[in-house]
């Protein structure tokens, strides 16, 4: 029944007192400011405005609606000026949800750039494992998820189905092997998955647990899984006290280290790709851009800054391929 620019006039009116002064005020003409006003009492079927000459006085039905015309066209202002914040990187909000791991890397820095280059913007911040990171994004739960998978998995083994989103590959991560630092193999400059038939093995995730148990397979061995923690602190510590060797991604050997354990490229290769995922639309808000940009960045910085010589070649290979 109203249009903004109906309820405009209407208040013009109210504050004015006459056509002609409502149209000055609002850049129109007379004669359009009477046509809108006939169009107003049509779609109401009541006049709402009475005319004497030059000045016009409001029926009851025209002041109700100049009276509510000021509180709603009050909301909508304020509404688009909420919404120009947000399209300005003023003001918005970015729910992201990572896989625990990269919250002591990956994310760390996104977030201090992020906030750096665009303080209004908020960040909601949670910790899942894909594939729940991304049933949480296809939900509307989250805006971004970082997400990683293995090469090489097999397929419906912890394989995500990302048809209809946006997935940026950020970051290739070399697997490595971690042994006690007085194992048989650790003077070894590279050490064959084959050889560790016969070792107990400390899993991750469940994801990286399927990860294990598809190289090893390759290698014509079941692995002997002995413990089993998401705790990459418990995993190293675990492997230094001889209970066991891992695979343990190389982001997490930048922050995580032990003096009793060794770390070792394993053969044939392994690496698993970082991920920034997220929907169509959702890229296209200001403030879910700046964020993709800011761990875009982070992971440019951890390519370059934070691994060995050795990794960081097996790493550009990745990205390359």
Known sequence: MFDVAGLRVMRAIAEQGSFTAAANSLGYTQPAISQMVRRLEQRTGTALVERSGRTVRLTEAGSLLADRATDILDRIEKAQAEVSAIAGLQAGRVRLMAFP??????????????????????????EAEPPE???ALRSGDVDLAVAFSYEGNDPGRGVDDLSGLDVFDVLTDPVMLVLPKDHELAAQDAVELADLEAEQWIAGCPRCRGHLLTLAHKAGFDPEVAFETE???AVLGLVAAGLGVALVPHLILTTVSHPDVVVRPVVPPSRRVVQVITTPDLRRVPAVAAALEALSSSAAELRANACDHQACEETEEGQAS
Do not use: M, W
């Not at 977030?111 to 209004?120: I, K, V, Y």
């Open 133 to 135: 990171s991304l049933a």
């Open 101 to 126: 791991s990269s919250s002591a890397t990956l994310v760390p820095r996104a977030l201090a750039g992020l906030r750096a280059s665009h303080p209004a913007v908020t960040v909601q911040f949670s």
């Open 231 to 233: 705790d990459y602190v």
